[in-house]
């Protein structure tokens, strides 16, 4: 339970001040129950309502399958106390910890000689859980003790920082990290937290066997490698006596200074001629800035626009962009002093770009050679051009909607205003309009794929024969897996009565228009290569499975299954899961990820009839295109794959009712289907043919006689 006190009231004298009490539902201790709410630091406050409360989860605890984080939210009602509410817990996986002291003894990490094992203040969010509220995200740091050796006599400190991209929005882990003290002595008791520039600071106590308790700290700045307290460690107060007892300091305390928002104020208790508490004081000072930057795109066309993106560490205050040759124009409000400037290139050729970036300790400087290229796109001409009605009428590709009648000389118009996202491996659809002439009106349409500024045969999309407005024609085509990211051109081009034209010759009658492509990649491509018992015909080749008359797909596909992605930490969470995915006969089946997976995951397939199974290890996603082929049993988890008489790999098939286990009550689904000759797409049909008969419990006796179940992490 945790209890709400009404501050209001609180804060002027009443009295009566009332307060409620809330269950923290599914919260699971190991006998000791220490949650805390988060403590608002700075000068924004917190968005009303949605108040956090936090806990670790222990798996050295009961009842606890993996480590992580608990946070529930409550929202308080003083005038109608039964409409207030707490939330569910939102769980959050971490990085494994052992937080489990001793059997949750209080006497647990050795003093010098004399000195009775001290408390380590186990399975306890430290005082205090810290939130601050930034412009574009608000953030809270904690932290807890963690066992180092697994000897329960060495510990350090586990620290979280939670960010929450919007107001009750789902918090996730931003950065964790383990802090170990140097010269092997113990850091527990730790109190944390951040300044207005996002720097932390954490204070905490040490000892071991020739170390007496002491106070030290460290801190990190928001622009040091995440998970990483960078500062050295220094000194608070240094103890020359042991703590005469086992129970030790609740609870050392650090708070922001709310003056300048950046003096840490911590205070924590020692031993020098007695139990004495010190105060430490300290500032984490930001660094001149490193100057660093980044555009897109960086291959452009003359006139293209380029967004440039400062990067620059340790907070600047003040950009400086300059260009050589200095043939360019600022767009979209910006100037040379932008941060995040938008320039326009009006010459071909490579540029020189500088940055100088400064703030109040310092300036630096980055310099890119020929870091911006401009490629000149060859501009068709025409002898006649629009005059006789032969022009584009609409053109329309995603985002872009552009209807428009007939241009004049030089019958060419770049709309660099307008442009569509296309991501790789999609599919896509372009609709075309001609002009007011009556017949032979060809479009043709390339997208410049690989960026090299020039319109290649194979980069060319299609053309249409169309008659005059408003007679339509569509282009169906597949963005190319490997095409370049970033931002391209495609060239759409008109020419009377001819199918089979060029992108940049010499034409009598038309029109060209010149459009942005956005090249994104925002899905991954999983390539598998899997194989099952069932409908395995040998040489590398799956039968069809039938509906009892025909194959129930169409083309190659042999049959679907699904995908699961499980985190790599804890199996039984399933981050990602693509059902009906079409398995070829081949054995290749090809899935498409979120590109916001970007971790290492273990890959499970399933299959109506067959068992679920799982790749050894767990599968980086950090590329975009992906392979991975079920072809040894060193490939799946357990080993578990059955070698065929060609020597190929296959996943068992006879898990009729999908529970994990070949055995007898698959046998029996599958005879009573026999008895009754039951025919179509069903799961006891294992070889697919489409009747149920003796051939498909064959497969499943032989299983079930060697025990075939599921195997996973």
């Not at 700075?42 to 936090?54: C, D, H, I, R």
């Not at 007679?471 to 759409?492: E, K, S, W």
């Not at 994990?660 to 025919?679: E, K, M, Q, R, Y």
Request: hydrophobic letters at 35%; one cysteine or more; glycine letters at 8%.
């Amino acid at each position: 339970m945790v209890f709400v006190l009404n501050r209001a009231k609180m804060l002027v004298g009443n009295p009566s001040p009332t307060m409620q009490g809330f269950p923290l539902t599914g919260i699971i201790t190991s006998g000791f129950y220490s949650p805390l709410a988060f403590n608002a630091n700075g000068t924004t406050p917190p968005f009303p309502g949605n108040v956090p409360v936090v806990y670790m989860q222990d798996d050295s605890w009961a009842a606890v399958a993996s480590d992580h984080i608990k946070l529930w939210t409550i929202n308080v009602n003083w005038t109608t106390p039964a409409s207030s509410t707490i939330s569910s817990p939102q769980i959050i996986p971490t990085q494994p910890f052992d937080g489990l002291f001793d059997g949750r003894s209080f006497t647990n990490l050795p003093q010098p000689a004399g000195g009775a094992d001290v408390d380590v203040l186990q399975t306890t969010i430290m005082y205090m859980a810290q939130y601050r509220r930034f412009p574009t995200y608000n953030t809270a740091i904690f932290n807890f003790v963690v066992d180092l050796n697994g000897a329960d006599n060495y510990s350090g400190i586990r620290w979280y920082e939670l960010r929450q991209p919007t107001d009750g929005a789902p918090w996730t882990i931003y950065q964790e990290g383990t802090y170990s003290a140097p010269g092997g002595r113990s850091a527990w008791c730790g109190n944390m937290c951040m300044d207005q520039n996002g720097s932390i600071g954490l204070a905490y106590t040490v000892v071991n066997t020739s170390t007496f308790p002491s106070l030290r700290f460290t801190g990190r700045r928001a622009s040091d490698p995440l998970g990483t307290m960078t500062l050295t460690e220094d000194v608070i107060a240094n103890g020359t006596q042991v703590d005469p007892h086992s129970r030790y300091g609740d609870y050392a305390q650090m708070t922001i200074d709310p003056v300048d928002d950046a003096t840490f104020w911590s205070i924590g208790e020692y031993f020098k001629g007695g139990r004495k508490n010190q105060v430490g004081v300290f500032q984490i000072v930001p660094l001149s800035p490193i100057a660093q930057f980044s555009a897109s795109p960086t291959i452009v066309t003359v006139n293209q626009t380029v967004t440039f993106t400062d990067l620059s560490s340790n907070t600047p205050t003040s950009w400086v962009w300059s260009f050589s040759p200095n043939i360019i124009a600022y767009v979209g409000g910006t100037n040379a002093n932008s941060q995040n400037p938008q320039v326009q290139f009006t010459t071909a050729g490579p540029y020189i770009v500088t940055l100088v970036a400064t703030n109040f300790f310092g300036t630096d400087s980055e310099i890119k050679t020929n870091y911006i290229n401009v490629i000149p796109y060859c501009i068709p001409a025409y002898t006649t051009g629009t005059g006789a009605g032969d022009y584009i009428s609409l053109v329309q590709l995603g985002s872009i909607n552009n209807a428009t009648g007939a241009s004049s000389s030089p019958y060419y118009t770049y709309y660099s205003s307008l442009s569509a996202d296309l991501a790789r491996a999609s599919s896509n659809t372009i609709t075309l309009s001609a002009g007011s002439y009556f017949a032979y009106n060809n479009i043709s349409v390339w997208i410049d794929f690989n960026q090299n500024g020039v319109f290649e045969t194979s980069e060319k999309l299609g053309n249409v024969e169309l008659a005059a407005a408003p007679a339509t024609g569509i282009i169906t085509f597949t963005a190319p897996l490997a095409a370049a990211l970033g931002t391209t051109r495609m060239r759409v081009r008109e020419v009377y009565s001819d199918g089979n034209f060029d992108p940049c010759n010499l034409a009598y009658y038309g029109e060209t228009e010149d459009y942005d492509i956005n090249i994104i990649n925002t899905n991954k491509v999983l390539n598998l290569t899997v194989f099952l018992e069932g409908l395995y015909a040998g040489s590398g080749i799956m039968n069809k499975a039938s509906n009892g008359s025909d194959p129930q797909y169409s083309g190659s596909i042999a049959d679907q299954i699904s995908v699961e992605l499980h985190n790599s930490s804890s199996y039984p969470y399933i981050e990602f899961n693509a059902t009906n995915v079409n398995l070829n006969t081949n054995g290749s089946a090809v899935v498409v990820v979120p590109g916001s997976f970007t971790g290492s995951y273990y890959v499970t397939i399933r299959h109506r009839n067959s068992i679920e199974t799982t790749t050894a290890v767990p599968v980086s996603f950090l590329a975009p295109m992906l392979s991975y082929a079920f072809n040894n049993q060193a490939k799946a988890y357990g080993g578990n794959l059955l070698q065929t008489n060609d020597g190929r790999f296959v996943i068992y098939s006879g898990d009729v009712d999908q529970d994990g286990l070949i055995d007898s009550s698959d046998l029996i689904s599958a005879d009573n289907d026999v008895s009754t000759f039951t025919t179509g797409y069903i799961a006891t049909d294992i070889n697919g043919d489409g009747l149920v008969d003796s051939s498909d419990m064959i497969v499943i006796d032989n299983n079930s006689g060697t025990f075939v179940g599921t195997m996973h992490p």
